[in-house]
């Protein structure tokens, strides 16, 4: 043991293999092994006895002899209390990161292990688009951080990062001569630290930390684009799929695409159609896993003529053109069938979801009757129990499925159907409490043109 305190005199007089023992704190020392290097140690007594060697850390800045004596005396202050500066220093050291939390989420939500509010296993559509997001955003950005050690300032940091485009770019995907372009945007930063909220909920539950740094993080706007199709625009729509199909595009591509325009239905719901979930005769569709849940869709005629050019088999209505899985290049298909009728190209699938809603909400329909027809949320208590849609379900989705067909140029209207469209229209109630309209003309002339 040094009867004096180490400065900077003693330090450079260390040779290999030495320690030397501070004066005014014992435990303090310096001890230089083989190389050049010297670095500050304590040596120190848990609570339970055992004796632990620490390392304050390497000599020069910003460790100097006096700072680091002073940082010994704080550990002390810390044994004291019953703390291990040593093991909660080794702890940091082998802590899970973010990337390795990622991972673990993600291997727990593709076996099933992860619910969702509907109290079921993620969908494989969900699970591509989270390791997208995982990927290309999160592990890029916060990978290497500890998961005890994230902060909401990091997380805030983070947004924002991808707000600005910092992940945006070009990368490799799994398939050959795949191509992600990845972009940032507002809209992509509050999803995705939506999707980090999720992991770092499970790391609550995994006892990786206290609590999630995500809450109370505040996110930009959600941005839901309100955009629907025009009359001209349907009109170019109409014309696309018309040449699509002149231009032998793969059928099955140009009807679902069809088939949406004419039901509302999500993109997911209509490529994952199978034929045992079709009752053409009851003109009814029951989808068991749609976002909502168990959903009973009343499809009207022309739906059902889509339906009718196909063979009935034992699997997916509109196939792909290679394998039996879903049709996995639709959107590309699309794009290249909209040009065809030069279609603005923010018109995607889930515009004319929206145009449905929003051309059923022009025609005087309810809530509650387009809820019913395209699958939204809000269904009572009472529908569970429905195996059928009603005849008022699917007089509405004949009547909008009709309108949206006629604005597509496929449907051509009689004398009596334009006296009925300019007539007002009565409502009555059905026994279910769904609202119907009923045309007060009776006998409209009402007929396909050759497209459907």
Not at 228 to 240: P, T
Not at 329 to 349: H, N
Not at 390 to 404: E, Q
């Amino acid at each position: 043991m040094s009867g004096k305190r180490i400065g900077l005199k003693e330090v450079r007089a260390l040779g290999p293999g030495e320690t030397i023992w501070d004066g005014a704190v014992p435990s303090f020392g310096a001890r230089r092994q083989k190389g050049p290097a010297v670095a500050y140690v304590l040596k120190f007594r848990t609570a339970e006895g055992r004796q632990r060697w620490h390392t304050i850390g390497r000599h020069g800045a910003p460790w100097t002899p006096d700072a680091a004596r002073e940082e010994a005396r704080r550990l002390l202050g810390e044994v004291v209390r019953g703390t291990d500066p040593s093991a909660d220093k080794s702890a940091k050291r082998t802590a899970t990161t973010v990337a390795e939390l990622c991972n673990q989420y993600f291997e727990d939500a593709e076996a099933g292990r992860l619910l969702t509010r509907r109290k079921t296993s993620k969908k494989p559509s969900t699970l591509l688009t989270d390791k997208g997001r995982i990927q290309r955003h999160i592990i890029p950005l916060m990978g290497r951080l500890s998961v005890a050690a994230v902060s909401r300032d990091d997380v805030d940091a983070f947004m924002h990062a991808v707000a600005d485009g910092k992940t945006a770019g070009r990368t490799k995907t799994a398939k050959k001569h795949g191509l992600a372009h990845v972009r940032g945007g507002k809209g992509t930063a509050s999803r995705t630290v939506g999707l980090l909220g999720a992991i770092f909920s499970y790391a609550v539950r995994k006892h990786m930390r206290p609590d999630n740094p995500v809450h109370g993080v505040i996110r930009f706007a959600d941005g839901t684009k309100e955009r629907r199709l025009s009359d001209a625009e349907y009109a170019m729509l109409g014309k696309s799929l018309r040449d699509a199909k002149a231009a032998d595009f793969w059928p099955y591509a140009v009807e679902v695409a069809r088939f949406l325009a004419l039901t509302g239905w999500r993109s997911g719901e209509a490529l994952g159609l199978l034929w045992s979930q079709i009752d053409i005769a009851r003109r009814t569709a029951t989808l068991m896993d749609t976002k909502t849940g168990k959903s009973v869709r009343p499809l009207s005629n022309g739906a059902c003529d889509i339906l009718r050019r196909f063979t009935p088999g034992d699997g997916l209505v509109f196939r792909a053109n290679r394998g039996d899985g879903q049709m996995s290049g639709f959107r590309k298909i699309w794009d290249r069938m909209m040009k065809l009728g030069s279609v603005p190209t923010d018109v995607t699938p889930n515009v004319l979801r929206h145009s449905f809603a929003s051309l059923a909400s022009d025609l005087g329909y309810s809530e509650p009757t387009i809820a019913a027809m395209v699958g939204h949320k809000g269904r009572t208590i009472t529908s569970r129990y429905i195996h059928a849609a009603d005849a008022v379900l699917l007089a509405a989705a004949d009547t909008v499925a009709n309108k949206t067909a006629e604005l597509m140029g496929e449907l051509k209207v009689g004398i009596c159907q334009r006296r009925r469209d300019s007539a007002a229209f009565s409502r009555r109630k059905s026994a279910a409490g769904v609202e119907a309209i009923r045309p007060p003309i009776s006998g409209a002339l009402l007929y396909f043109s050759g497209h459907f």
